[in-house]
């Protein structure tokens, strides 16, 4: 298709403090939040007659490590649940569009869960977090409001946590930084595995079943605080992992016992009115406190918390091993690329999409969701 003709399909919008430049088939624009990289709005899409989530990348090509991250999300959503990419002028901006979802889950902490839609949201985030680490990708950054769930309790992680490499360009941005969910690993700036996601979901949980956050740390110093202060001072065993000063400013804090998980997830936070949910209470406090271990190598996997009692029931496999990506996030970082280099392969990438797509069928998604 010629430049000039898909420059007309494409229309200019602004929503809040932001211009979109979208195709015609989608209207009605509104905006419903926004993140580290970009803007999100719902529209119509008259094409598909429904309602989807539109995603305005920020500034995509201002400088390679935008161009990259860029491209790695448009490349990885697509393998997840990417509805349609569009970039109306080639020099400009990237639109993700997806299946709109209902909520983040910052709004569903806010509500009284039963152990079957908590299991069922905890079973979803530990799939999408085994997929992420079969593409090759370690998180170390979920938080509540980068997952959204629908209201039939189906749930998408949005984004892919922190940079392989250093995050320059995201710390550029003006944007508050949430570290309540961050592992220990990451705090104190020690070496990851897979599980170091495991801690983020056992602070989620612990947060969906308190309905307040369980480390509120007001700064990178005050984490850790409110980590030790309720699980209580690691063993010497941990302390030796740690590089010099870190362990000197660690050993130099006060000294805590912690609690017991008894203490802190209560039964009075569980629906445990019948004999099935007192099992139910207790198995949820044992994932809790397999998950919330401060020293990583004594922390379950992804897959042992999968086939946790709590979480088992919910077990498909055809959910559980999907099919690894064809390109995985490693091979994607260590390529590297000019801005205009980046520019061509996500048009590329775009062109391809429109391809693949053109009778409205997306390859890889039911048919419900395309
Ligand atoms: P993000 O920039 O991807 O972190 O998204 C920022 C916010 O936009 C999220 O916290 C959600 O509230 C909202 N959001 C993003 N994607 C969607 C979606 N597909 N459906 C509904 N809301 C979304």
Redesign the pocket.
Known sequence: MNRNKREREYYSIDVGDSTFMVLKRYQNLRP?????????C?AYDHNLERN??I?KLSRPFQNQTHAKRAYRELVHVNML?LCNVTHPVKQTCVYLV???????L??VIQMELDHERLSYLLYQMLCGIKHLHAAGIIHRDLKP????VKSDCTL?I??FGLARTAATGLLMTPYVVTRYYRAPEVILGMGYQANVDVWSVGCIMAEMVRGSVLFPGTDHIDQWNKVIEQLGTPSQEFLMKLNQSVRTYVENRPRYAGYSFEKLFPDVLFPADSEHNKLKASQARDLLSKMLVIDASKRISVDEALQHPYINVWYDPTEVEAPPPVITDKQLDEREHTVEEWKELIYKEVLDWEERTKNGVIRGQPASIG
């Open positions: 419903i939040g926004s993140g580290a990289q970009g803007i999100v719902s989807v989530a995603k649940h997806m299946e709109l979802m209902d909520a983040n910052c709004q409001s980068n997952i959204v998408k949005l984004d």
